[in-house]
């Protein structure tokens, strides 16, 4: 019903960048927020950073000032600008929307299938 399909990931090296585009198909009615997690081996999954239909932005500490969250409302796309990239942050990317599909259904997640961002030299 809904797809999310996450592009951009790859090898990087140390203080390089990468950017991750994920784009929205289906049932897709009213757009409260996107964001981008990643998840590295043994770990939790943890939140990078989420923009909202208004255009609000959030950032994980650890990213700001070097990663940018954007949007494009026409394409139902959110884009992660990534740079001075750290090896640190080699995990799988995944992208979430947060969205309802009718105006009387619920707010749901959705998830993509993620992508894999290697930083390493």
């Known amino acids: 019903q809904v797809q999310l399909v996450e592009s951009g990931g790859g090898l990087v090296q140390p203080g390089g960048s990468l950017r991750l585009s994920c784009a929205a198909s289906g049932r897709i009615f009213s757009i409260n927020d996107m964001g981008w997690y990643r998840q590295a081996p043994e770990k939790e999954r943890e939140l990078v950073a989420t923009i909202t239909s208004g255009g609000s932005t959030n950032y994980a500490d650890s990213v700001k000032g070097r990663f940018t969250i954007s949007k494009d409302n026409a394409k139902s796309t959110v884009y992660l600008q990534m740079n001075n990239m750290k090896p640190e942050e080699t995990a799988v990317y995944y992208c979430?929307?947060?969205?309802?599909?009718?105006?009387?259904?619920?707010?749901?997640?959705?998830w993509g299938q993620g992508t894999q961002v290697t930083v390493s030299s």
């Open positions: 979430k929307l947060h969205q309802r599909i009718s105006p009387i259904s619920r707010w749901n997640d959705y």
